[in-house]
């Protein structure tokens, strides 16, 4: 994968210092804003980038890459990804992939037509603790109730309370609860049970924004309970229980650090099995092997999970009378 990163921001310089560990990934160019090119130039610098760029069209110009990382805010990712799209690059897409349903349909038509790649980077759905949480609520007999706990106390709250509105409290830019924590635990339910019959959405609102919530997924005989917040924190963990046992995620649900399975009769077992310390390493490696292979088969089946995921979120947002972008 030759790669070209479009941003420079937090989750950029996450995800560069893995690269050395994924010798399949070559990047070659770096998107930043005028306003932030001495920083984009330094990260050039340090990890031996060939190109810097503060023009998307000029970058996307290049033959290059192949492969574009769309990391910028949430609000742009719609746009860039649609761009780099069209000049018939493949797109791996930060979460949350789009603020609208409508925006990802149109970037998966779009894909199709190009017959390019087009994948959300989110993380849980690639770690190899998540496989071993699927095939272990497969063993806890008839599944009945699962809590999602992220709750982290934002360090840019105390910040917002005082009036001074950063992107993570934007609803402009697409911040909130949902989008940037919450929206980890919709996706571990998702790979799990799919769609659910009945989306409800309970928040606390300051500013127009949602600093915490609890979104009410309905699935018939399986009742969950995601809770996101970052106006308040709590243990962060996951219980998913069924009527011979539970499984429990520990940490959050975008690591999965370690599950522990507990019997009806109080047995216990830990397993923590992980490829890499990094939790975005299993899902760069893997979407190298994707676009390698130009495996549109996986491509369709991951986008058919964004899609309910999108659904899920654009119901919530509605039910709490936010307005986003």
Do not use: W
């Not at 340090?46 to 990382?69: H, N, P, Q, W």
């Not at 309970?225 to 539970?246: F, H, L, N, P, Y």
């Not at 390493?281 to 130009?294: M, P």
């Amino acid at each position: 994968m030759k790669l070209a990163i479009f941003g420079s921001g937090k989750i950029v310089q996450e995800f560069l210092p893995i690269t050395k560990d994924l010798p399949e990934i070559d990047v070659k160019a770096i998107l930043g804003t005028k306003r932030s090119q001495e920083k984009t130039e330094k990260i050039q610098a340090e990890y031996g980038i060939e190109a810097s760029y503060t023009d998307i069209d000029e970058c996307l110009k290049s033959d290059a890459f192949d492969t574009v990382y769309v990391a910028v805010p949430n609000h742009l990712h719609y746009g860039f990804a649609k761009k780099a799209l069209e000049a018939g690059k493949h797109v791996i897409c930060e979460k949350p992939f789009t603020l609208k349903h409508a925006e990802l349909l149109d970037l998966e038509q779009l894909a199709l037509k190009k017959d390019v790649v087009l994948v959300e980077a989110i993380t849980n759905q690639y770690l190899v603790n998540y496989q071993g949480i699927k095939e272990a609520s497969q063993k806890i007999g008839k599944l009945k109730i699962i809590e999602c706990n992220y709750s982290q106390y934002s360090s840019r709250y105390d910040a917002f309370k005082e009036g001074t509105i950063l992107p993570a409290f934007n609803p402009k830019m697409g911040g909130g609860a949902l989008m940037d924590i919450n929206i980890y635990n919709i996706h571990l339910v998702v790979g799990l049970l799919g769609k659910p019959k009945h989306v409800q959405y309970y928040a606390n609102i300051e500013r127009a924004i949602d600093t915490s919530g609890m979104l009410i997924l309905d699935y018939g005989d399986v009742k969950v309970v995601c809770i996101g917040a970052k106006d308040s924190e709590a243990t962060i963990r996951s219980t998913i229980q069924g009527t011979e046992g539970s499984v429990v995620v520990n940490g959050p649900t975008n690591t999965l650090d370690s599950y522990t399975t507990e019997s009806l009769s109080g047995e216990k077992e830990t397993f923590d099995h992980k490829d890499h310390p990094h939790r975005m390493y299993d899902e760069f490696k893997l979407f190298s092997q994707v676009i390698k292979n130009k495996d549109m088969d996986f491509v369709k089946k991951q986008l058919e999970h964004s899609k309910i995921v999108m659904e899920i979120v654009e119901a919530s947002i509605n039910d709490a009378g936010i307005v986003l972008g």
